[in-house]
């Protein structure tokens, strides 16, 4: 498998970035891609693209997508001490685009 383009790891979500705050490009390999959210060169919270989440990261929630790549989008906040309400609140504000929903 080709390595993959950022964008179409990026294009599976979005997010509400704070005044002050980026979205950066983290790690890539052929299956997934990580992006961080920094705020004044802190990192606040972490996003995963890909197939294969970590279930074991703390203060993390996983949504699957309806995409056939990435089918997962997971998201976490760092510990921020004295910011960690405006970390959740950026992690919280991550949504996939096209989310899959079970019916029955």
């Known amino acids: 498998m080709p ?5 179409s790891a990026r294009a599976a979500f979005r997010i509400d970035l704070p005044e002050g705050c980026v979205l950066q490009d983290g790690a890539q390999q052929t299956t997934y891609a990580t992006f961080y959210v920094a705020c004044d060169g802190r990192v606040y919270a972490g996003i995963y693209a890909g197939d294969a989440p970590d279930p074991t990261i703390p203060r993390s929630r996983l949504i699957e997508t309806d995409d056939k790549w990435p089918r997962n989008v997971q998201v976490w906040s760092e510990v921020v001490p ?9 992690a919280a504000s991550v949504k996939v685009r096209r989310m899959k929903v079970a019916l029955g």
């Open 3 to 7: 390595l993959l383009e950022v964008s």
């Open 82 to 90: 004295g910011d960690q309400a405006r970390a959740d609140a950026i």
